[in-house]
């Protein structure tokens, strides 16, 4: 069994991340896309959505396609949840499969900052995708890939689709450029919070559920900036 397994912070999640779970399944024939949401960080972030409210829209986003999954791994979890410690619950949970950890290029980059680094690049095979306003050619820098720049630049530039290499610590990594889709899920809380439309940039049922919670309305006080704003 192949498992691509799709983390993130979901806050929330969009056509970004729908569409490119779909295309590296697709590509790679994986049984499944695991998404794991996030937990909530030891220190309350105003712009994070509660964890529960995060793992519910991944639900309602997943459901429709059978070949998705959502994992409550992290989002259970009363502390802080570390990759590493993700990886190793999800290969002890689905014994013999054969991991993938889809990360976009942004992602990938920031690797050196998260728990034990060496330890995650050993744990799994890697997907990497292309994401609007993020290069392959940055991972240059990445202490974890041999990669000759040039290859880099033929997939940034499109005349390859994908290229598959090894990792420092012996695993897979596979660069893949999927269709480009400049959504954000920061541009999506900056639209809501000038109350603008979000509409064909997420499933109607995470929009809805956004909408009737009121999440990502800043409050100030008690009150929506909304309501401040007519008020001044
Ligand atoms: P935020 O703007 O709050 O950081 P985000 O849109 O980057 O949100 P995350 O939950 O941070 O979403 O991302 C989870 C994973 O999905 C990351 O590996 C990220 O690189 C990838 N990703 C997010 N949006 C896209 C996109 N439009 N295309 C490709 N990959 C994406
Ligand atoms: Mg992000």
Known sequence: MKLGIFGG???????????????????????????????????????????????????LAAFKNRSFTVSDIEYKKKNKSYSV????????????????????IDAFIDIPNWWQPDKLVSLTDFVVISRPSFRFEELSSSPYLEADGNILKRLDSGKIESYKTGLKGGRDIIMMRLTALSISATLIRKLLHQDKSIKYLLPEEVESYIISTKLYKIKEGGKTLKKLKKQR
């Open 9 to 59: 912070t979901f806050n929330p999640i969009h056509y970004g991340h729908l569409r490119a779970a779909e295309e590296v399944r697709e590509k790679l024939k994986l049984d499944k896309i695991i998404f794991v949401p996030s937990g909530n960080p030891p220190m309350k972030d105003r712009e994070l959505a509660d964890a529960r409210h995060r793992y519910k829209m991944v639900r």
């Open 85 to 104: 410690n993700t990886l190793k619950e999800l290969h002890r949970l689905y014994k013999g499969a054969r991991l993938y950890f889809i990360l976009g």
